[in-house]
């Protein structure tokens, strides 16, 4: 019997609510439920720059949940166009659901570009249609939508005083989501996706036979040194956006670049043991480094 793909989701999306602040309380138990490593950093922020990433959280993950539904089948492309048609009208004045009535508020509070949510889209449509990346130049423009229009959105919530604040910003989504591609290299290759680039491998002699096996050698280690080492590059660069930012918003992103660089560093310090387990930082590290930071944020420390 075969069995038919299910249609895609209608708003809307995340239920109803009855008012904006209500809508917002929804973002927020969305974020709560799924951000890890990103609730504790947005713990740092002032109430309503809190309340507006939960918006900019939940609508992500709207997109991520759409596209990693692989039950969805061929619907799922369905269904991230009626999200994309959803946005627009949310831009319109006419908001559907709780994400998006809180998304409304928070977009026109802050003046988050549409721009910035469709690139959000278009990176999770890429995971639909792309499981390999020949070149770096390839990944970066990967990197670039399902993580730096990420980070774009939230530094128009932080509020920057430098256009350059959006050069540093795009810097720092890369170096995460590189960093997320390392620690996650076995779990991509068991749902069949290799985003480390073939010209990448080919320079160390790794192959993909070897990766789909879980095969952890020389080379294999030496590829993963070269991209943790890029992804220093990007982090380095990155951290020039925090002079940029609203002081009280700083130790938000700084929060989050420290548990990524902490976890590159990990991976690198055990010879990059991403096929035997997960690398993660414990919870009592992250909630020192948000204590650390939001206390940087709200005396005359030094950055």
Known sequence: MTQTAKPPPTPPYGGEADDTEAAYAICQAITREGAKNFYYAFLTLPKEKRKAIYAAY???RV??????????????VAALSTLRETLLESYEGNARGAVFSALSDAAQRYSIPEKYFDDVIKGVEMDLHKS?????????????????????????????TDPKAIEHAIDLGIAMQLTNIMRDVAEDAANGRIYLPKEDMDRF????????????????????AFEAARARDYFERGRML???????SRACPKTLESVYSRLLDRMEAEDFPVFEKRVSISRAS???????H??????????
Do not use: H
Not at 65 to 76: K, L, N
Not at 287 to 292: E, M, N, S
């Open 58 to 60: 939940a609508f992500c």
């Open 63 to 76: 997109a991520d949940d759409i596209a990693d539904d692989e039950d969805m089948a061929v619907d799922r």
């Open 132 to 160: 390999r990346y020949a070149t770096f130049e390839e990944l970066r423009e990967y990197c670039y939508y399902v993580a730096s229009a990420v980070g774009l959105i939230c530094i128009e919530i932080f509020e920057y």
């Open 205 to 224: 002699g790794y192959t993909e036979e070897e990766l789909l096996a879980g095969v952890n050698n020389q080379s294999f280690r030496s590829l993963m």
């Open 242 to 248: 925090y002079p940029l930012l609203d002081r009280r």
């Open 286 to 292: 992250k909630i020192a480094l948000v204590a650390r």
């Open 294 to 303: 939001w206390l940087r944020s709200v005396t005359p420390l030094p950055w």
